[in-house]
């Protein structure tokens, strides 16, 4: 069979990492087993944060508010249509990889992986949408001019993928963590489409993690950290595929980051779940203080976290009719607890005074993150090519 990279066996340091990542991930699955108000949206804006993260790093940037916006089926509000058409195609992978991974007996296959590609492109067929390139690609680094990576021939592709496919579908006694960055580094380097290589490979990621079923998958993606550490992202992928198609380079530093993206990123949702604990209390202060309509509480919270709030996003997540909604965040206006932005159908409203407070005696008492490999970035920047 064609050869892929091998799997590095995980040392005890990185065995101690993967259990803390397990540790935290089942802690993150209790607290989804006691239904909270805050659970469907804290799933929302970490969807929206994926989506956010994996585009990012294409150039595709938008906020995390246009990236909310594409979840909840809304127009953008800053977005030019070239990227928001790839923000929506990504927002229809993503739905697909959370909603049928998790199914038993799900398998991923090459069916699968031309289906999703299709779905990312599906609106540029000169892309060759669900197709494998038939000739040479290389990764280009458009600041320095210059070609940084070489995949393999084209007419190896094809055969490159069954292996894929096979290793994918067959049972192995790897974590799934490891499992899910070594899926990822064989689809990033072969690099089997014209484009979109970088997005399958971190959804692909994704898919095979939801395969694990411990925590939602929503929960589990490392799409957001890689998003937000993209140079570092660039710098191992570098180190490991030194240029040119070549599976018999050592993974190590590759699961290593990987490791510990997933530790740092476990780190971050439980955090932002004890928050999210405190934030509704404060929230709930509020709106009893000012005997408000506790519905509010939503708007109150997506403000709260930097979102801006709209009418249309308001609407569906409370199904009010338009001028019950309008008059809502109208009164939540005028009592301080939002500021209101723009004119008429650009009008939106942001986390007043009280809300701002809260978020800032929240940062104040944060804890920086545990990083569980504190020498990995610079061992991966000595070893580039």
């Known amino acids: 069979m064609t050869s892929l990279f091998a799997t590095p066996d995980p040392d005890l340091e990185d065995q101690q990492v993967i259990g803390e990542i397990h540790e935290t991930r089942a802690s993150l699955a209790d607290y989804l087993r006691v239904p909270k108000r805050w659970n469907g949206l804290l799933r929302r804006t970490s969807t929206a944060r994926a989506i956010q993260g994996s585009n990012t790093i294409e150039g595709y940037t938008v906020s995390e508010e246009d990236a909310v916006a594409a979840v909840d089926d809304e127009p953008p509000l800053g977005a030019d249509e070239e990227t928001w058409l790839e923000i929506i195609a990504y927002r229809r992978v993503l739905t697909y990889v959370l909603n049928v991974a998790t199914e038993p007996g799900f398998v991923i296959d090459e069916a699968v992986l ?163 604990e405190i934030q509704w209390r404060r929230i709930d202060e509020l709106v009893a203080t000012h005997r408000l309509n506790e519905r509010i509480g939503a708007a109150l919270f997506d403000a709260l976290i930097g979102l801006r709030v709209t009418r249309p996003s308001y609407v569906k997540l409370t199904d009010l009719d338009e001028r019950t909604a309008t008059r809502d965040l109208v009164n939540a206006a005028n009592l301080g607890l939002l500021e209101a932005r723009g004119e008429r159908r650009g009008r939106h409203y942001v986390a007043g005074e009280p809300l701002r407070q809260i978020q800032t005696d929240l940062r104040s008492s944060r804890k920086p993150l545990d990083d569980p490999y504190p020498t990995l970035l610079g061992e991966i920047r000595r070893a580039l090519p």
């Open 114 to 276: 031309r289906s999703m590609h299709f779905m990312l492109l599906d609106h540029d067929l000169s892309k060759t949408p669900g197709r494998y390139r038939t000739s040479e690609i290389f990764v280009r680094d458009d600041k320095r001019g210059v070609n940084v990576y070489a995949g393999p021939e084209g007419e190896l592709v094809p055969e490159l993928m069954r292996a894929l496919s096979e290793s994918l579908s067959n049972p192995t006694s790897d974590d799934p963590l490891v499992r899910g960055a070594m899926a990822h580094l064989d689809l990033v380097m072969i690099h089997p489409f014209r484009d979109g290589n970088g997005r399958m490979a971190r959804a692909l990621q994704t898919m095979v993690l939801a395969q694990d079923q411990v925590v939602e998958p929503t929960f589990s993606s490392i799409e957001e950290w890689l998003g937000n550490n993209t140079q570092d992202y660039y710098d191992v992928l570098a180190a490991t595929g030194r240029g040119a198609w070549n599976p018999g380079n050592d993974a190590t530093l590759w699961v290593k980051f990987n490791l510990r993206a997933h530790h740092m990123q476990a780190q971050t949702m439980r955090r932002r779940f004890d928050e999210a």
